[in-house]
């Protein structure tokens, strides 16, 4: 059975820094291909970053620099580092997890549709 288990979210003024965990059970982070989420009130669920099983990431533009995704493959964990956070960047945030795949920088995260496991959610609240 598979689980992501998020942790790490809270509030913080505007400039801050959090760091998002997510324990993966019952999947092997090292072959998968993983991605961060997020959802605020009253919008779309959107890619954050993803991470495939050869080191490649990607971002959404509107976190390019302030955020860094990563896995540490040993401890089976995904992790965003977010720094420089914003007001807008407030939502609830989701790991994702699904089978091969191969990321490249040029491309936005791929969309929600096509990941097959999900975490429950952490709530990442930023004050101005």
């Known amino acids: 059975q598979v689980q992501l288990v998020e942790s790490g979210g809270g509030s913080v003024q505007a400039g801050g820094s959090l760091r998002l965990s997510c324990v993966a059970s019952g999947y092997t982070t090292r072959s998968a291909c993983m991605a961060w989420f997020r959802q605020a009130p009253g919008k779309e669920r959107e890619g954050v970053a993803s991470?495939?099983?050869?080191?490649?990431?990607n971002y959404a533009d509107s976190v390019k620099g302030r955020f860094t995704i990563s896995k540490d493959n040993a401890k089976n964990i995904l992790y965003l580092e977010m720094n420089s956070l914003k007001p807008e960047d407030t939502a609830m945030y989701y790991c994702?997890?699904?089978?091969?795949?191969?990321?490249?920088?040029?491309?936005?995260?791929?969309?929600?549709?096509?990941?097959?496991?999900w975490g429950q959610g952490t709530q990442v609240t930023v004050s101005s």
């Open positions: 991470a495939d099983s050869n080191g490649n990431t």
């Open positions: 994702a997890a699904r089978g091969y795949c191969v990321v490249s920088p040029l491309y936005g995260v791929q969309s929600a549709r096509v990941f097959d496991y």
